[in-house]
């Protein structure tokens, strides 16, 4: 097992321009979830799958942003029409039902210029 | 609303000195807590977790400890290396929340 995967490790965009990002989990995790993290900040929720079921979405997840969990494998979050304070680090994390502990990726680093 | 506070915000020692990391969190109801590790511009690295019926965990020069009632947690280091060098992160889990919330961290610099 490698763990959590995350690709692209670093993206740079146009504002205004759509992008989408892939999480892989580790294989038998059930429970997946995102994050974003700006520069001195630890991160901060942004939403939760178990197996293909967004359970939970918080309010930083405005219309512009999208994720989808198809089959409860990978994932993906798409940000609609970026915006400069969309620039953050955006991580993947997953976990098991029998044992919470969180496992996190890499992580995304986007720039919005 | 759960809030975690990690201070101090940074921190230097010399190699081979034993520290500790402070993390409080103002609602005492939480699931779990866990300590990571985090390199400049990488992921968050799992380094210990704790359930809310735990006092302390440990792994290899880590012990982390617990005290639910009073909102508190540490993370002590021993015999610090260089390598050591990284920001470290505490997180709690609400009773039937599956989101973690996260202090600002501690960034720990080790001194050759």
């Given at each position: 097992d490698t763990g959590v995967s995350q690709d692209p490790r670093h993206k740079i965009t146009k504002r205004g321009q759509n992008v989408t990002f892939r999480c892989?989990?580790?294989?038998?995790?059930n429970r997946l979830y995102w994050y974003r993290q700006t520069l001195g900040q630890g991160p901060e929720f942004l939403t939760y799958f178990q197996n293909e079921a967004q359970l939970e979405k918080s309010r930083l997840l405005s219309d512009r942003f999208s994720a989808?969990?198809?089959k409860g494998s990978f994932s993906t979050l798409e940000i609609q029409r970026t915006e400069q304070g969309d620039s953050a680090m955006?991580?993947?994390?997953?976990?098991s039902e029998q044992n919470t502990e969180a496992f996190f990726g890499q992580g995304t680093r986007l720039t919005v210029v | 609303k759960q809030e975690v506070t990690q201070i101090p915000a940074?921190?230097?020692?010399?190699e081979g000195e034993n520290l500790v990391l402070n993390c409080s969190f103002t609602d005492s109801a939480i699931y779990n807590l866990q300590w990571f590790r985090q390199d400049p511009g990488k992921g968050l690295t799992s380094l210990l977790l704790i359930q809310s019926s735990q006092r302390e965990q440990t792994s290899g020069r880590l012990n982390a400890s617990l005290d639910k009632s009073s909102g508190r947690s540490t993370l002590y280091?021993?015999?610090s290396q260089p390598g050591d060098s990284a920001t470290y992160l505490c997180a709690?889990?609400?009773?039937?929340?599956?989101?973690l919330t996260f202090g600002t961290g501690t960034r720990l610099t080790i001194i050759p």
């Amino acid at each position: 097992d490698t763990g959590v995967s995350q690709d692209p490790r670093h993206k740079i965009t146009k504002r205004g321009q759509n992008v989408t990002f892939r999480c892989d989990p580790i294989s038998e995790h059930n429970r997946l979830y995102w994050y974003r993290q700006t520069l001195g900040q630890g991160p901060e929720f942004l939403t939760y799958f178990q197996n293909e079921a967004q359970l939970e979405k918080s309010r930083l997840l405005s219309d512009r942003f999208s994720a989808e969990r198809p089959k409860g494998s990978f994932s993906t979050l798409e940000i609609q029409r970026t915006e400069q304070g969309d620039s953050a680090m955006y991580l993947c994390a997953s976990s098991s039902e029998q044992n919470t502990e969180a496992f996190f990726g890499q992580g995304t680093r986007l720039t919005v210029v | 609303k759960q809030e975690v506070t990690q201070i101090p915000a940074a921190l230097s020692v010399p190699e081979g000195e034993n520290l500790v990391l402070n993390c409080s969190f103002t609602d005492s109801a939480i699931y779990n807590l866990q300590w990571f590790r985090q390199d400049p511009g990488k992921g968050l690295t799992s380094l210990l977790l704790i359930q809310s019926s735990q006092r302390e965990q440990t792994s290899g020069r880590l012990n982390a400890s617990l005290d639910k009632s009073s909102g508190r947690s540490t993370l002590y280091i021993a015999a610090s290396q260089p390598g050591d060098s990284a920001t470290y992160l505490c997180a709690v889990r609400g009773f039937g929340n599956e989101k973690l919330t996260f202090g600002t961290g501690t960034r720990l610099t080790i001194i050759p």
